[in-house]
């Protein structure tokens, strides 16, 4: 196990490589710099010159990459190219909000799909299993912005109620943080609850059909004990996997219920840092959702083990 590990974050290292250059070729891949938003119309050649050598950006773009991942492995994020404030500064205020909106609504996704996805196997062809399906198609064919904004509006309108915006974080008051990350992290749950709901009753039809299953039920065991003890357990290695996955859909998915509800937290600013052509800022932030999602791929494939006892990392 612990060799297993050591050999898969010694291979996020040239993973966090790539974003990075990724990150880094992109944004200036992009018309404009932060030279033209800053000076705008009618700069001078000096002008020009001087906010270049100020940003680092008259060096040659090997060498921007080569000095910028130089002071993130030693731990400098460097300034904020537009408020010349120190990025990690930007990180701290940011990143609670974000990983907070992200991991809740991973939580209520599976804590919706595994019991919609168990009930729909499980009374299949029913009016339960019509019901739920229909449900989740509804849930994966409508936007999830489309849904947050009927949330803020049709309240508004009809009973003059809007849900709480904005972010409070969870050490200053735990109930405010949850009341204003509440619906916001449903909405994000919506689609890809959806989506393993579907997963969840596949998987299950799939086990339930199994000699082990039909063995339990043959043995006396209760239909209660037999779904939960052998057939839901062993169904859920695929579930993992996806969910899983769509930890990084949730992270970008994030940038647009932000902005609706007003939530301060990385994807808007880091859609903001890209229209500024905030290259320190914006490179840090695609990065930091670079190493989320290695870590929890890990942490997903660690838990291979704990719910299915023959796989063993050696």
Same mark, same amino acid.
């Given at each position: 196990?612990?060799?297993?590990?050591?050999?898969?974050?010694?291979? +996020?290292?040239?993973? /966090?490589?790539?974003?990075?250059?990724? #990150?880094?070729?992109?944004?200036?891949?992009?018309?404009?710099?932060?030279?033209?938003?800053?000076?705008?119309?009618?700069?001078?050649? #000096?002008? +020009?010159?001087?906010?270049?050598?100020?940003?680092?950006?008259?060096?040659?773009?090997?060498?921007?990459?080569?000095?910028?991942?130089?002071?993130?492995?030693? &731990?400098?994020?460097?300034?904020?190219?537009?408020?010349?404030?120190?990025?990690?500064?930007?990180?701290?205020?940011?990143?609670?909000? !974000?990983?907070?909106?992200?991991?809740?609504?991973?939580?209520?996704?599976?804590?919706?799909?595994?019991?919609?996805? @168990?009930?729909?196997?499980?009374?299949?062809?029913?009016?339960?299993?019509?019901?739920? *399906?229909?449900?989740? %198609?509804?849930?994966?064919?409508?936007?999830?912005?489309?849904?947050?904004?009927?949330?803020?509006? /049709?309240?508004?309108?009809?009973?003059?109620? !809007?849900?709480?915006?904005?972010?409070?974080? $969870?050490?200053?008051?735990?109930?405010?943080?949850?009341?204003?990350?509440?619906?916001?992290?449903?909405?994000?749950?919506? #689609?890809?609850?959806?989506?393993?709901?579907?997963?969840?009753?596949?998987?299950?039809?799939?086990? /339930?059909?199994?000699?082990?299953?039909?063995?339990?039920?043959?043995?006396?065991?209760?239909?209660?004990?037999?779904?939960?003890?052998?057939?839901?357990?062993? #169904?859920?290695?695929?579930?993992?996997?996806?969910?899983?996955?769509?930890?990084?859909?949730? $992270?970008?998915? !994030? %940038?647009?219920?932000?902005?609706?509800? !007003?939530?301060? &937290?990385?994807?808007?600013? @880091?859609?903001?840092?890209?229209?500024?052509?905030?290259?320190?800022?914006? *490179? +840090?932030?695609? /990065?930091?959702?670079?190493?989320?999602?290695? @870590?929890?791929?890990?942490?997903?494939?660690? $838990?291979?083990?704990?719910?299915?006892?023959?796989?063993?990392?050696?």
């Amino acid at each position: 196990m612990h060799r297993y590990i050591l050999q898969r974050l010694i291979l +996020t290292i040239p993973v /966090l490589a790539l974003v990075a250059f990724g #990150a880094f070729a992109l944004l200036r891949m992009i018309p404009g710099s932060i030279v033209d938003l800053k000076s705008g119309a009618g700069q001078s050649q #000096a002008d +020009t010159i001087r906010l270049k050598k100020q940003f680092g950006l008259d060096k040659p773009i090997p060498q921007q990459f080569l000095i910028w991942v130089g002071d993130v492995a030693q &731990g400098n994020l460097g300034e904020s190219l537009w408020s010349t404030e120190p990025v990690s500064n930007e990180v701290k205020r940011r990143f609670p909000a !974000t990983i907070e909106l992200a991991f809740m609504a991973s939580f209520f996704a599976l804590l919706i799909a595994i019991p919609s996805g @168990t009930f729909a196997a499980l009374y299949q062809d029913s009016w339960i299993d019509r019901s739920l *399906q229909f449900f989740t %198609v509804l849930g994966l064919a409508i936007p999830n912005f489309i849904i947050a904004t009927l949330i803020i509006s /049709l309240p508004a309108i009809w009973w003059g109620w !809007t849900p709480p915006t904005g972010f409070v974080k $969870l050490m200053d008051d735990p109930i405010q943080n949850v009341r204003h990350l509440l619906i916001p992290a449903l909405v994000l749950a919506l #689609a890809q609850a959806a989506i393993l709901t579907r997963l969840t009753r596949s998987a299950m039809l799939e086990v /339930l059909r199994q000699d082990y299953v039909r063995t339990a039920r043959a043995k006396g065991l209760t239909m209660r004990v037999v779904t939960i003890r052998h057939a839901l357990r062993n #169904a859920m290695l695929p579930v993992v996997t996806v969910w899983g996955l769509q930890i990084a859909a949730l $992270l970008g998915g !994030t %940038v647009i219920v932000e902005t609706i509800f !007003t939530i301060p &937290g990385m994807g808007t600013a @880091t859609l903001t840092a890209i229209s500024r052509r905030d290259y320190n800022l914006a *490179q +840090t932030f695609v /990065l930091i959702f670079g190493l989320i999602y290695v @870590t929890v791929s890990l942490m997903v494939d660690l $838990l291979y083990a704990y719910i299915d006892p023959r796989i063993r990392y050696t």
